[in-house]
């Protein structure tokens, strides 16, 4: 288990975390609420889906939203002062989102990454002035961001710790608020299903307790990489790792181990969704939208498709919510390079046929 604790900051002025505080929620107040897109299905009349477009925040991902609370969490717990540097373990668009909350503040950012991330990721990850520093095992990463921010007397965020704490579940406007707020107005203003991916946990632990918080009969459901373990802990709650070796080909979401803020008890469902199946509906998501989207948006579309069959099949109408995590630009050199994919054995064409049928 990776260290939490870094060492205590000296203790930052009043004025200082004010103006921090200050200049992150001006930022905020500056940001439109990410676009709802309904994607009328012709195929399953009654039953509507919609894609929450979390590419549209700043830094281009749904990890803004936790890199935005992680900070605040940060602040106003005097974690973070004026000299700190600011360390992160991440697959990437956490880095990206959160370096840019650092330039922001002025503070140094060093982001842990597995060295299999994305080199455009990395790339976004620069622009925003942070530093990278790669690891060759990604169960790692926890261990050399915890100490590299010993080493340097900065912060250690904690993504996958924190992510279930920083973001205020109640509303706050978190995703979920969002949500609902934004389906007042459609045919089945409360979601039958909200499909979601889990990478430190903080979303579907979001999701989950508004929905009961808020006494909607909501059902969540997580879709999860087949080489990650959240689905095997959902099923069996003694399973916390997988072998060494196992890890999810979708970036952002799948880990090898259960992280603190993924909390089973609130998910309703999981489906296990194989990488070339996740790949494949990206691929037709992004034909049918006319725009790139990323592999994790794929496989929560695989989920969706699965629920919608299931739902027509019963006779049931309703709306399906996902989420449209990030865009599939950063991805141009992995997931929509041919060659790429030829090289990982991933057979994806029939799966980006069966989902453009679903769409069609």
């Keep these: 288990m990776a260290m939490t604790q870094t060492p205590a900051v000296p203790r930052p002025s009043r004025a200082w975390l004010d103006e921090a505080v200050r200049r992150i929620a001006a930022d905020a107040n500056r940001s439109a609420d990410t ?89 976004l990850i620069r622009f925003q002035g942070g530093e990278i520093h790669k690891v060759e095992d990604p169960r790692t990463v926890y261990d050399v961001a915890a100490r590299l921010a010993h080493e340097c007397g900065g912060h250690y965020l904690d993504q996958f710790t924190n992510a279930h704490l920083a973001t205020d579940w109640r509303g706050n406007n978190n995703i979920a608020e969002s949500i609902y707020l934004q389906m007042e107005r459609e045919a089945h203003p409360v979601p039958s299903w909200i499909v979601c991916g889990a990478g430190t946990g903080g979303t579907s632990a979001t999701i989950g307790r508004f929905i009961r918080y808020r006494g909607f009969a909501t059902r969540l459901c997580v879709a999860d990489p087949v080489n990650s373990v959240f689905h095997r802990h959902f099923a069996d709650p ?123």
């Excluded at 992160?88 to 956490?94: I, R």
């Design 35 to 123: 676009h709802l897109i309904h994607v009328p299905l012709p195929s399953l009349p009654g039953i509507d889906l919609y894609l929450k477009d979390e590419s549209s925040h700043p830094t281009g991902s749904l990890k803004h939203r936790l890199a935005r609370s992680l900070f605040l969490y940060a602040l106003v717990n005097e974690r973070i002062g004026p000299e700190s540097c600011v360390v992160e373990a991440s697959s990437g668009s956490t880095a990206a989102s959160e370096a840019y909350f650092a330039r922001m503040l002025g503070l140094r950012y060093i982001a842990v990454v597995p060295a299999t991330t994305a080199e455009a990721k990395l790339d």
């Design 238 to 360: 003694a399973v916390t790792g997988l072998p060494e070796g196992c890890a999810a080909l979708i970036e952002g979401i799948g880990r090898p181990r259960v992280e603190p803020s993924f909390v089973a008890g609130v998910i309703d469902r999981m489906i296990a969704v194989e990488d070339a199946a996740s790949l494949g509906a990206m691929r037709a998501l992004s034909e049918h939208l006319g725009r790139r989207v990323g592999g994790s948006t794929g496989t929560n579309l695989v989920a969706c498709a699965r629920i919608a069959r299931e739902m027509a099949a019963a006779g049931e109408s309703g709306s399906i919510v996902t989420l449209l995590c990030d865009g599939g630009d950063r991805y141009a050199a992995t997931y929509y390079d041919d060659a790429w994919l030829a090289a990982k054995g991933l057979a994806w064409e029939d799966s980006a046929a069966g989902i453009a049928r679903f769409l069609a």
